[in-house]
């Protein structure tokens, strides 16, 4: 079964709001991922937050983790439509990365 | 820096063929990593190659292989396909192996298609 699991599968917005998708684990980890895959394209690595870490920034994104719940946020603030993509988290299990199913993220102008 | 390349990008073979994808990690990184992605199944694990060694593999049958070259670059083989081995198979490489260097690098990935 999967590691990660992604809240909602799936979200639509307007251009301009805030996006927020969750992600909740099973097991301890050291760090979690998140990555963004444009439609039927390769992942692309947006942040990494480590299990001794709350909170993290990187320009528009921000990323929480919360261990005691198992559980991630990711925020994008002031989506674009370039944000539409689906989202991913990634956690480290049995010596492999695991992936979440994702969140589909559709910013409408 | 060059990116991953994956080639081909697109494939179309029919049950029971073989198909054999390749994949060069950016150079200097030493780990390559293989993932199937599906609709039904997500992102899936293949396999990761580290130094031309196999250092971890997903749940998947023998049909499967894989191999890293001393340049880093690999290839991964799917034998006697089957329609369910249509997916889109990513590669990824790192720098070292994922537990010193978590972040991976993906390539556009090679669309199989088996009919």
């Known amino acids: 079964s999967q590691q990660g699991e992604e809240d909602p599968q799936a979200l639509s917005i307007q251009e301009g709001e805030n996006a927020t998708m969750n992600c909740s684990y099973k097991?301890?980890?050291?760090?979690l991922q998140w990555y963004r895959q444009n439609s039927g394209r390769g992942l692309v690595h947006l942040i990494l937050?480590?299990?001794?870490?709350r909170e993290k920034h990187s320009g528009r994104l921000r990323v929480t983790l919360d261990t005691s719940k198992k559980s991630s946020s990711l925020l994008i603030t002031a989506s674009r439509a370039a944000d539409t993509a689906s989202y991913f988290c990634?956690?480290?299990?049995?010596?492999?990365?695991?992936f979440g199913q994702g969140t589909r993220l559709t910013i409408n102008p | 820096k060059a990116g991953v390349t994956q080639t081909p990008r697109y494939l179309i073979k029919t049950r029971g063929q073989q198909v054999t994808l390749s994949c060069s990690p950016i150079?200097?990184?030493?780990?390559v990593s293989w993932y199937q992605q599906t609709p039904g199944q997500g992102l899936q694990f293949l396999f990761e190659?580290?130094?031309?060694?196999?250092?971890n593999k997903g749940n998947f049958p023998g049909r499967f292989s894989g191999r890293q070259f001393s340049n880093s670059r690999s290839e991964m083989n799917v034998s006697t396909l089957e329609l369910g081995d249509s997916a889109l198979y990513l590669c990824?490489?790192?720098?070292?192996?994922?537990?010193?260097?978590?972040?991976?690098?993906f390539g556009p990935g090679t669309r199989l298609t088996v009919l």
């Open positions: 097991t301890s980890i050291n760090n």
């Open positions: 937050i480590r299990s001794n870490e």
């Open positions: 990634a956690t480290r299990g049995a010596q492999k990365l695991v």
């Open positions: 190659y580290f130094s031309e060694t196999q250092r």
């Open positions: 150079s200097g990184h030493r780990s």
């Open positions: 990824a490489s790192s720098y070292g192996l994922r537990d010193w260097t978590p972040e991976q690098f």
